[in-house]
């Protein structure tokens, strides 16, 4: 079990919140979260980048000047690469960037990288805060009681509460959605900020999802072990 503390408005621990390593992968799995970094990184990609080649460009294909016999070095036509205009060598095309991975990969990728997190103690929860009104400044001292000094992800349930709206105000904080969160969002920030009803809600789900992913599991192990049965009594 991992213990992440708890602490107040004024940065004081009020608690700790347990988490389960097995939940979350088990262990920091370096490799697939590169892997899923860049995908997601890859995907946001629009490849749309296109410059004009040799052939594609409105010159003349008249050569400049006779090959010999004028001192100067050969040239050929004004769309060459090297002469001011001209074609771009090695042209770029549009092309898609996109890369794939399998759906249980990109699930274990985004527990994991809140168990980087955890491990690395940059997970920061709070609780008995709310605002009344949208106020950058009391949000701005809650950061600092929490000992945030990089960039930050606040990841909450509703994005329409004045928390969020004194969050949103600050350059190096961002705000999502806790269901939304993702490999590329995590690691992309130093640390994560949420509020610990919400974060234990979140595990909550993670564990039911879990769950029924076992129970399914055992159901299709159950049904291939009846069928073997059933064929081995009718031979």
Known sequence: MIEITV?????????KVEVDEQLLGGEVRHALLKQAYVRYHANRRLGTAKTK???ETSYSTKKLYKQKGTGNARRGDRGANILRGGGRA????????RQDMPRQMRRLANRNALLAKAVDNEIKLFEGVSFDKPSTKQFKALADALGIDRTCLFATED????????ARNLDDIDVTQIDRLNVFDVLNHRYLIADRAEFEAYLGRLEDKASHRKVADVSADDITQAAEAASQQGA
């Open 7 to 15: 602490h107040d408005a004024s940065g004081k621990p009020t608690g």
């Open 53 to 55: 080649s040799r052939s």
């Open 90 to 97: 090695m042209a770029k095309r549009p092309r898609s960037f």
């Open 159 to 166: 994005a329409r509460t004045p928390t969020v709206a004194s």
